[in-house]
T-cell receptor
């Protein structure tokens, strides 16, 4: 069964450093997403991406964040200068369509900023 | 504003008994409702969804959920629980009137099935 894969599973980085989280969405999906879950809190939407551009983003997704689909298979989330409060589980997801269509999620990348 | 509430942090059920995990929502317009399950060290796995039509929807692993528009609820149910159902369950909602893209999530309910 096709699945969304994320690498790495765990990333530790120093405050102020740049990190790139990687995802390979399901191959025939057109819509891509990043969500995050800070420990003990709800899952939060960060950004959606379609046709090589951001279709929607939340207030969390400020100038420190960027997304890219560099080669037609990978989908990346970059955090330019990490802060302690960026420590969270980051989930990538993809879907065939939007609206009433379910998204399929990767296993997550646990980012720890020290 | 859209929101999802899962009023129980944890639900304990004996194996073989029926289980219910509660979810209520608040959106403008018609909701699209989803249940996801998360096993330890795994991602969020889609279980089932309600779009329109029959209020009782069936999904993976014998789970079902009942949409109740008047109570704005979408409770997850299973007639006979298995120990392997023990996991974290998330309810999520999307409304085309608010956003075609983002899911709004509940806080999650830990389901513990005891042998």
């Amino acid at each position: 069964e096709p699945e969304v894969t994320q690498t790495p599973s765990h990333q530790v980085t120093q405050m102020g450093q740049e990190v790139i989280l990687r995802c390979v969405p399901i191959s025939n999906h057109l819509y891509f997403y990043w969500y995050r879950q800070i420990l003990g809190q709800k899952v939060e939407f960060l950004v959606s991406f379609y046709n090589n551009e951001i279709s929607e983003k939340s207030e969390i997704f400020d100038d420190q964040f960027s997304v890219e689909r560099p080669d037609g298979s990978n989908f990346t989330l970059k955090i330019r200068s990490t802060k302690l409060e960026d420590s969270a589980m980051y989930f990538c997801a993809s879907s065939e369509r939007v609206g009433n269509t379910e998204a399929f999620f990767g296993q997550g990348t646990r980012l720890t900023v020290v | 504003a859209q929101s999802v509430a899962q009023p129980e942090d944890q639900v304990n059920v004996a194996e073989g008994n029926p289980l219910t995990v509660k979810c209520t929502y608040s959106v403008s317009g018609n909701p699209y409702l989803f249940w996801y399950v998360q096993y330890p060290n795994r991602g969020l796995q889609f279980l089932l969804k309600y779009i329109t039509g029959d209020n009782l929807v069936k999904g993976s692993y014998g789970f079902e959920a009942e949409f109740n528009k008047s109570q704005t609820s979408f409770h997850l149910k299973k007639p006979s629980a298995l120990v392997s159902d023990s996991a974290l369950y998330f309810c999520a909602v999307r409304s085309a009137r608010d956003s075609n893209y983002q899911l709004i999530w509940g806080a999650g309910t830990k389901l513990i099935i005891k042998p």
